[in-house]
């Protein structure tokens, strides 16, 4: 088996794994899944499922990633990143329909894996994954507002601007009780590990806030309250039932879903990898996340990825090999086990302090600010994604996104191709990347093509090299710095070839490798210009152009 594809916990096995990173490795994991209890329940709420639904995401999620992923201190779970598919998929089609596209997009990103796109999601543009990301947390802020000041709408609007609109008509119903305990628990999230490093300020403030509310009967909603008590035991797994309707209605957020957490999951190994001068392996990453969000959605979990902040938490805190996202599912699953029945008295409003903190993390806002002041293309995809994502949705977001991306990647890939004619009359001995003298006979054209020969570059290069204003008899197409010539490229040349042998002048390609020459073969070129035109060195060819003279 190719080492890509071999899980990094079974590499580390077989190396051997000291009992001190071990002892390590356990006590970052406890952390770990104290810090990711209130996350995930806080996820699962805000994406209008039940709260147990992100614990028992945090766990089947957090167990899969550890032990098949490619990273050795990835920490799975649901992410705020999923909050806005989420919520969208459960209000059209229920939680049925979560199921099922989360299933779906598990198998696409196993496909992901199996096709060794890791690397290829790497280079999505960041402005792009700036946008979404602001735009998401822009939203997730959004979507805490009725709790954190205890406006108790019930039934608040999907829509971002219908949101406010009703925000602003319901202000005067503040609860003073319930801003006073959201802003406490951001202070202490903030603030609290200034103090304490090993112990989370969202934990403390979860037990405050908890503990304050049932001493003095505060007036507050509860999770008790919004959604009844917390089961303390995982469901048995269950297959929903499929059929072609239902997978051609969710195709679309289940590809969201695949894209969105391939993303995420490999930029947080990517972060995680430069915390331990460590290296991911990309694919076997996604074939875990894959599977991963497979066996969460038969448990009744959410999506899942790659959680960025937790698996910050778990460096920082010794955290060295997949052991410790193993013990933070472990950690997860006792408490959830041992202690649901008291999580139902957790306030809305605390989880909405831990959101909006949670929100504020995910913005970006320096990165953001940055990128307005840089260049103009990319300035239009942060944009464009931003305001796409709060507006309308995040799938459409990240479709025009990345096709904006790919036309703005192609203008400027065309742009950089550069095209050079030299020819007896201004031939001045400068040519490109050397000082090499050529001596170009009287009736001959040499062109020099620097850059790829793409569909983008294809037209440019056709319409350059066929409206010259002179009539020479041999034109030589020198090659030699073109790393990549598609099928347009392909049928550019054959059209250029074509059309000077209407003129009855002889076209002479140079620089042609002999792996180039193959594809030369392949793409049917030799249909349209004699064998021994197409030439390797520079001199060969223009002793060619000379006979054809």
Not at 42 to 63: D, H, L, M, R
Not at 277 to 301: D, P, T
Not at 339 to 356: D, R, T
Request: charged share 15%; hydrophobic share 50%.
């Amino acid at each position: 088996m190719r080492k890509e594809f071999i899980p990094k916990l079974f590499s580390l096995i077989k190396q051997g794994i000291s009992r001190e990173t071990i002892r390590k490795d356990i006590l970052s994991g406890l952390i770990v899944g104290i810090v990711a209890l209130p996350l995930a329940i806080a996820f699962a709420i805000a994406s209008g499922v039940s709260p147990e639904k992100g614990i028992v995401t945090a766990i089947i999620a957090g167990i899969v990633i550890s032990t098949f992923g490619g990273s050795r201190v990835q920490i799975g779970g649901p992410t705020g990143a999923f909050i806005v598919i989420v919520y969208g998929i459960v209000q059209e089609y229920g939680t049925d329909g979560l199921t099922i596209a989360t299933l779906m997009a598990g198998f696409i990103i196993i496909g992901f894996g199996l096709a060794q796109l890791g690397n290829l999601l790497k280079y999505i543009p960041y402005s792009l994954i700036v946008g979404f990301t602001s735009g998401i947390a822009l939203i997730i802020f959004s979507s805490q507002v009725n709790d954190f000041f205890g406006l108790h709408i019930t039934d608040v609007p999907a829509d971002f601007i219908e949101k406010w609109a009703v925000y602003f008509q319901n202000f005067h119903h503040v609860n003073w009780y319930a801003v006073s305990i959201a802003m406490g628990t951001i202070l202490i999230s903030l603030h609290f590990q200034k103090m304490v490093k090993t112990i989370p300020g969202s934990i403390i403030a979860i037990v405050l806030s908890t503990v304050v509310v049932i001493l003095f009967d505060i007036p507050v909603d509860t999770i008790e309250s919004n959604f009844g008590t917390i089961p303390n035991k995982l469901g048995a797994p269950h297959f929903p039932s499929l059929n072609f309707e239902t997978i051609k209605a969710l195709i679309q957020p289940a590809f969201a879903i695949a894209i969105l957490g391939s993303i995420e999951s490999l930029l947080s190994a990517v972060v995680s990898d430069s915390m331990i001068g460590g290296k991911h392996r990309s694919n076997m990453e996604l074939i875990a996340q894959g599977a991963a969000n497979i066996m969460s959605s038969l448990f009744g979990g959410i999506p899942a990825t790659g959680a960025i902040a937790r698996t910050a938490t778990n460096v920082k805190n010794g955290g060295r090999t997949p052991i410790a996202g193993i013990i933070h599912a472990i950690a997860l699953l006792a408490i959830m086990l041992l202690f649901a029945p008291y999580a139902k008295l957790i306030p809305m409003s605390c989880l909405a302090g831990i959101l909006v903190v949670v929100a504020y993390h995910m913005s970006e806002w320096k990165q953001f600010k940055s990128i307005l002041k840089g260049n103009r293309m990319d300035i239009i995809i942060l944009l464009t994604t931003f305001f796409l994502t709060i507006i309308f949705d995040l799938v459409i977001a990240i479709e025009i996104g990345i096709v904006l991306s790919s036309f703005m990647f192609m203008k400027r890939m065309s742009q950089a191709v550069n095209i050079e004619n030299f020819s007896a009359e201004n031939n001045h001995k400068e040519h490109l990347f050397d000082e090499e003298q050529l001596d170009i006979p009287k009736g001959v054209i040499l062109y020099e093509i620097n850059g790829p020969l793409f569909f983008g570059a294809a037209r440019q290069f056709q319409e350059t090299i066929t409206n010259t204003h002179v009539q020479p008899k041999v034109i030589i197409i020198r090659m030699r710095y073109v790393p990549l010539i598609d099928a347009t490229g392909y049928q550019s040349i054959k059209e250029i070839i074509k059309t000077y042998n209407k003129r009855n002048i002889k076209v002479i390609i140079s620089g042609v490798s002999e792996s180039l020459r193959k594809d030369f073969e392949k793409n049917e070129v030799f249909l349209t210009i004699d064998k021994q035109h197409v030439v390797k060195e520079i001199h060969t060819a223009i002793e060619r152009a000379r006979e054809n003279l």
